[in-house]
């Protein structure tokens, strides 16, 4: 063969065995581009499903629009957090926990919906009108801030309206003090009067006495002449007491002027509801055990509840009754820091204890000492008869349970309890007194207590203290049936 056809044969060998090399090489390539293609295309879907659950592509594009300026430090997703932590803060007071954001929206829909469930079935809400004022909405859905609005709208009328009355008061405050001023002045007028006639009466009789002397002394012309002394003496004595009587009628008529006003300030402003404390709930069932017969409280230690502490319990959705009947009575057996545990004494089948029953001891106040009066004679038990010792039993009870006895009324008197009035002995004779040396004493005892009950009672309705029979007393504290299972004293 010749040279020249041999080497244009091994050039091409060449050439053959370099394409089929970059054939290999570039199906090899092709081969793992397609892999690597297949894992990017893998995972750039991936990407996208995790891009599409945290927004979708609308919201990426208005990311900055619904979340607003870029936080360099933060994500977006972080900066979300942020956001509804501070709103949780806000809304709450404290600071947001550890917790999913799911967690605590279902917290702050909780506050919410107990804020619903706390206001008043005649609440109205306050929206804002184009003019920045206030003016009732009932389209649209209530909000913690539009409640707060409604509040604050109602607390200004409110202070509006005591505005208005205490300048009302003041007014008839000044009229009332000019009308003292005015009696006080015509009593004096009246004192000095009093006086003087007085002084006119005791000439008068120092004139008679006089005469009588003189009568014994003197001649009938004498005598006479006295006498007609004396009668022109009566005479004036009676024109004085006639002045005497045309001044008392004037006292009179301011007088009446006095109560008139007083009147009118009461129509303004009335008098408080006397009992109105014992009206006021001290606790409540946070839940009951009826398989153990116990009941859950919501107050414990740190309100100076104790064990043996008794309650009385109430309907939650019923005003508690003036004549303090109630549906339940419990007794206090464990206490922790906020809660207690209680024991159920008496309940009704027909409305049993209840979540959220409200509770009442009259007696125990966990800010504050309660004043008690005690009067008269008491059937503690309930047996019909009077009980030498009810009295005492029902000061312990009051001391037991926080509260002070007082021997008198005074302003400073929170409550009074009236049993029935002591009966007055017979006033024994000469005879009884020596059969029995102390009848006398036993008897001056009865007129003391039944005098001191009196003064009680009439000293209560001057000052408008509340008076509490036994029954609604041992009612308002939930001791009626321990009460009735005590044995009383002979």
Same mark, same amino acid.
């Given at each position: 063969m010749a040279v020249g056809r041999q080497e244009q044969s091994g050039v091409m060998l060449y050439t053959v065995i370099t394409f089929v090399g970059l054939f290999v090489i570039s199906a090899i390539l092709a081969v793992i581009f397609y892999i690597k293609a297949q894992d990017w295309q893998d995972q750039f879907l991936k990407s996208q499903q995790q891009q599409e659950e945290l927004a979708s592509a609308p919201e990426v594009q208005n990311i900055g629009t619904l979340v607003g300026q870029k936080d360099r430090q933060a994500s977006r997703v972080k900066q979300l957090i942020s956001y509804i932590d501070r709103l949780y803060k806000m809304t709450i007071g404290r600071e947001s926990p550890e917790a999913s954001a799911e967690v605590k929206l279902g917290e702050l829909e909780t506050k919410y919906k107990d804020t619903l469930t706390g206001l008043p079935k005649d609440f109205v809400l306050v929206a804002t009108d184009a003019n920045g004022q206030n003016v009732s909405d009932t389209n649209s859905g209530p909000g913690l801030f539009r409640i707060i609005a409604s509040y604050d709208n109602k607390f200004k009328q409110k202070d509006e309206t005591i505005s208005q009355s205490?300048?009302?008061?003041?007014?008839?405050?000044?009229e009332l003090e000019l009308a003292k001023k005015g009696a006080s002045e015509r009593e004096s007028q009246m004192l000095t009067q009093i006086r003087s006639i007085q002084e006119d009466a005791n000439g008068v009789q120092q004139s008679y006495n006089q005469l009588r002397d003189l009568m014994e002394k003197k001649s009938t012309e004498q005598v006479q002449a006295l006498m007609q002394q004396r009668d022109q003496a009566i005479d004036e004595k009676n024109k004085s007491k006639q002045e005497l009587l045309d001044t008392m009628n004037k006292l009179s008529t301011t007088q009446n002027r006095l109560q008139e006003a007083l009147s009118k300030l009461d129509v303004l402003k009335p008098r408080p509801k006397e009992d109105v404390a014992a009206y006021q709930p001290d606790g409540h069932i946070l839940s009951i055990e009826m398989t153990s017969n116990i009941v859950f409280i919501d107050i414990g230690s740190e309100a100076k509840v104790y064990p043996g502490l008794t309650f009385s319990v109430y309907d939650r959705n019923a005003p508690i009754p003036t004549d303090g009947k109630n549906k339940a009575e419990i007794e206090v057996f464990n206490v922790d820091k906020n809660t207690a545990t209680a024991r159920i004494i008496k309940s009704s089948k027909k409305n049993p204890i209840a979540e959220g029953d409200i509770i009442v001891n009259l007696i125990w106040d966990s800010k504050a000492t309660n004043r008690f009066v005690v009067a008269g004679d008491f059937d503690f038990n309930g047996d019909g008869g009077i009980d030498r010792d009810g009295a005492t039993k029902i000061k312990q009870l009051i001391e037991n349970w926080g509260g002070k006895v007082e021997d008198s009324v005074s302003i400073d008197t929170d409550f009074v309890i009236l049993g029935t009035q002591p009966d007055v002995k017979k006033k024994p004779t000469l005879d009884e007194i020596e059969a029995d040396p102390l009848a006398n004493e036993k008897y001056e005892?009865?007129?003391? $207590?039944? =005098?001191?009950?009196?003064?009680?009672?009439?000293?209560?309705?001057?000052?408008?203290?509340?008076?509490?029979?036994?029954?609604?007393?041992?009612?308002?504290?939930?001791?009626?049936?321990?009460? $009735?299972? =005590?044995?009383?004293?002979?």
């Amino acid at each position: 063969m010749a040279v020249g056809r041999q080497e244009q044969s091994g050039v091409m060998l060449y050439t053959v065995i370099t394409f089929v090399g970059l054939f290999v090489i570039s199906a090899i390539l092709a081969v793992i581009f397609y892999i690597k293609a297949q894992d990017w295309q893998d995972q750039f879907l991936k990407s996208q499903q995790q891009q599409e659950e945290l927004a979708s592509a609308p919201e990426v594009q208005n990311i900055g629009t619904l979340v607003g300026q870029k936080d360099r430090q933060a994500s977006r997703v972080k900066q979300l957090i942020s956001y509804i932590d501070r709103l949780y803060k806000m809304t709450i007071g404290r600071e947001s926990p550890e917790a999913s954001a799911e967690v605590k929206l279902g917290e702050l829909e909780t506050k919410y919906k107990d804020t619903l469930t706390g206001l008043p079935k005649d609440f109205v809400l306050v929206a804002t009108d184009a003019n920045g004022q206030n003016v009732s909405d009932t389209n649209s859905g209530p909000g913690l801030f539009r409640i707060i609005a409604s509040y604050d709208n109602k607390f200004k009328q409110k202070d509006e309206t005591i505005s208005q009355s205490t300048a009302q008061i003041d007014s008839l405050g000044s009229e009332l003090e000019l009308a003292k001023k005015g009696a006080s002045e015509r009593e004096s007028q009246m004192l000095t009067q009093i006086r003087s006639i007085q002084e006119d009466a005791n000439g008068v009789q120092q004139s008679y006495n006089q005469l009588r002397d003189l009568m014994e002394k003197k001649s009938t012309e004498q005598v006479q002449a006295l006498m007609q002394q004396r009668d022109q003496a009566i005479d004036e004595k009676n024109k004085s007491k006639q002045e005497l009587l045309d001044t008392m009628n004037k006292l009179s008529t301011t007088q009446n002027r006095l109560q008139e006003a007083l009147s009118k300030l009461d129509v303004l402003k009335p008098r408080p509801k006397e009992d109105v404390a014992a009206y006021q709930p001290d606790g409540h069932i946070l839940s009951i055990e009826m398989t153990s017969n116990i009941v859950f409280i919501d107050i414990g230690s740190e309100a100076k509840v104790y064990p043996g502490l008794t309650f009385s319990v109430y309907d939650r959705n019923a005003p508690i009754p003036t004549d303090g009947k109630n549906k339940a009575e419990i007794e206090v057996f464990n206490v922790d820091k906020n809660t207690a545990t209680a024991r159920i004494i008496k309940s009704s089948k027909k409305n049993p204890i209840a979540e959220g029953d409200i509770i009442v001891n009259l007696i125990w106040d966990s800010k504050a000492t309660n004043r008690f009066v005690v009067a008269g004679d008491f059937d503690f038990n309930g047996d019909g008869g009077i009980d030498r010792d009810g009295a005492t039993k029902i000061k312990q009870l009051i001391e037991n349970w926080g509260g002070k006895v007082e021997d008198s009324v005074s302003i400073d008197t929170d409550f009074v309890i009236l049993g029935t009035q002591p009966d007055v002995k017979k006033k024994p004779t000469l005879d009884e007194i020596e059969a029995d040396p102390l009848a006398n004493e036993k008897y001056e005892a009865t007129v003391k $207590a039944s =005098t001191r009950y009196q003064e009680v009672k009439n000293q209560a309705k001057d000052l408008y203290i509340p008076v509490f029979g036994l029954k609604r007393f041992l009612s308002f504290i939930g001791y009626e049936s321990l009460a $009735a299972g =005590t044995k009383a004293k002979p």
